[in-house]
């Protein structure tokens, strides 16, 4: 989705143009939160070594995940008043426009989305290209690390965003259940390579949405062309999102919403 465009997922997603204009704008939060599977701190690195101006940054295993148990993947869900303390220290309240970026992949901005919305926040959007256009642009930089604020915003946690166990093997197992989407590349969901979870393939019945298929190069694309990718879904079939650990499913969930489906994210599917 460009500014050429228009502006038409501003529900979900905000181009650059709009980030410029709201730049210096106190009721605006940027949030960069770049990572690498393979490297856990190179996103901070390179935080540190230049980032939008005025940007926190989040750490997906330390800011965006819990503690590893048994059981909850690679990429559990945080504790959610320690989230909660984690975001009003960026000085978020309930009325903050949030803004979050990552290299333009999406899924790491996408997780901090999906975190946000999940505990009620209204206003978190995506910053449509990431760091990646915006340093393709040649817009500022900076070093500045903020210093930490005292937001304060309400916990409302969207339980109907969750889906449990049960609610996976129903759907994986029963006719008429919901749509399964594997969100992750189209070998790692045949089983071809698996370089990162235990057991390869897919849940049975899921069909696979590789969800970098929902951007053009860093830029999202529009409605009307995620309408047409998630085409021979069933508009009144519920839909349940999942990767290997809760990260990579949240473009798709993003990609759904804007096509207008109705999906719910699984806590660490595969992992």
């Known amino acids: 989705m460009t500014s050429e465009k ?6 979900y997603i905000h181009s650059i143009n709009w980030l410029l204009e709201h730049l210096d704008d106190p009721n605006t939060c940027i ?33 965006l995940s819990g503690e590893k148990g048994v ?17 009003e ?15 333009g992949d999406a899924m ?12 009620g926040h209204q206003h978190v959007y995506i910053l449509d290209g990431g760091f990646s256009e915006w340093e393709k642009r040649k817009l500022p930089v900076s070093v500045e690390i903020p210093a930490p604020k005292q937001g304060r915003i309400s916990l409302n946690v969207q339980q109907d965003w969750i889906a449990s166990i049960e609610d996976v093997k129903k759907a994986a197992l029963e006719k008429g259940g919901a749509i399964l989407i594997d969100s992750r590349a189209p070998e790692r969901y045949a089983g071809k390579v698996e ?12 069909v696979n949405y590789f969800f970098q298929e929902g951007l053009n190069g860093s830029l999202w694309k529009t ?11 069933n508009s009144m079939d ?15 969930i993003i990609a759904l919403k804007q096509a207008g489906e109705n999906s719910r994210g699984t806590k660490g599917a595969v992992s």
């Open 223 to 233: 409605a009307e062309e995620q309408k047409e990718r998630f085409h021979k879904l």
């Open 71 to 87: 059981h909850g993947g690679r990429h559990p869900l945080p504790d959610l008043q320690v989230f909660q303390k984690t975001v």
């Open 6 to 11: 228009g502006e038409e997922s501003v529900k």
């Open 31 to 63: 949030v960069d939160c770049r990572f690498n599977l393979a490297d856990p701190d190179a996103g901070e690195r390179a935080y540190k070594q230049a980032h939008i101006p005025g940007a926190f940054y989040a750490h997906l295993d330390r800011d």
């Open 89 to 103: 220290a960026y000085g978020i309240t309930d009325e903050t426009v949030v803004i979050a970026y990552d290299n």
């Open 238 to 252: 519920s839909v349940i999102v999942y990767c290997g650990s809760g990260v990579s499913a949240t473009p798709n």
């Open 108 to 119: 790491f901005a996408g997780r901090f989305w999906w975190l946000l919305s999940y505990i």
């Open 195 to 206: 370089p990162l979870d235990r057991v390869p393939g897919h849940i049975p019945t899921a």
